[in-house]
């Protein structure tokens, strides 16, 4: 079977642009999906065969607006990433309920909205649903009460998708990641946490956007068809020594 459509959210930069960017080296038609207008636009000057559709996904009504947008402009979808989150740490004691919201209307409800709008069109095309967690959402750390929580219910949900849509040949997965060489990771990270961090994972180092992305759309290809409810720690080995290291205590 030739897969030919995916939709990306969160595409804008990170893990999403460069899951876009794989997905087209396979010959894939992409809906990028971001909240950030001028961002997206930047990620998407130079690309060829993708329709960028400014969409907040924690927000029902904008998300069903991109909806039919993004069928109009793919006819079909073969995958579904939902990749659109935001990491906000903090103390249990500082994280007020405002805040506790903001990160779960985007990296939980937003999942739950994208991916059950999507849920026609994706029965239509026995598709797949990649959703990304984090190393957070396995094992607890410090200052992740929001963020960590958030990223565990993405993990179960992603489990309640294959249990309920594996009927329809509809399989859901789930990607954790752990610390990524990102530019904003890079920016913040103290040379203090950045030795933690190699210290505690066996490869001894972060990993890159691509080898995130390249999990991805293997769980999103056919070689992955009989793969669901599945998740898959992308980490170095990091979840195997635990997380909680002292250079990220607050």
């Avoid at 996904?57 to 073969?78: F, I, K, R, T, Y």
């Avoid at 990304?132 to 993990?155: C, E, P």
């Avoid at 990771?185 to 001894?204: C, F, G, Q, R, S």
Wanted: glycine share 10%; proline share 4%; aromatic share 4%.
């Amino acid at each position: 079977m030739t897969r030919s459509t995916a939709i990306v959210t969160g595409a804008a930069r990170g893990i999403g642009l460069a899951t876009t960017k794989l997905f087209l080296e396979e010959g894939r038609r992409v809906v990028m999906i971001d909240r950030d207008e001028a961002a997206l636009a930047e990620a998407a000057n130079g690309l060829t065969n993708i329709t960028p559709i400014l969409c907040d996904v924690s927000d029902p009504e904008q998300v069903a607006v991109m909806v039919p947008a993004a069928l109009d402009a793919l006819g079909h979808v073969d995958a579904l990433v939902n990749n659109a989150g935001v990491a906000d740490f903090g103390p249990i004691e500082q994280t007020d309920f405002e805040r506790w919201r903001t990160v779960m209307a985007t990296n939980l409800d937003g999942v739950f909205l994208v991916s059950q709008s999507l849920t026609p069109a994706l029965k239509q095309a026995k598709g797949a649903i990649v959703n990304i967690a984090s190393i957070s959402g396995l094992r607890a750390s410090t200052l992740r009460v929001a963020y960590g929580t958030s990223k565990a219910g993405v993990i179960a949900l992603t489990e309640q998708q294959a249990a309920e849509l594996g009927e329809y040949g509809i399989r859901a997965n789930c990607i954790c990641p752990g610390p990524v060489r990102t530019k904003l990771a890079m920016a913040v990270h103290t040379k203090e946490i950045i030795d933690a961090y190699h210290d505690a994972i066996p490869l001894n180092r972060y990993g890159t956007e691509r080898e995130i992305a390249e999990a991805i759309v293997f769980l999103c290809s056919d070689k992955a068809s009989y793969i669901t409810g599945q998740t898959l720690a992308v980490d170095g080995g990091f979840e195997s020594t635990g997380v909680g290291l002292p250079a990220l205590r607050g």
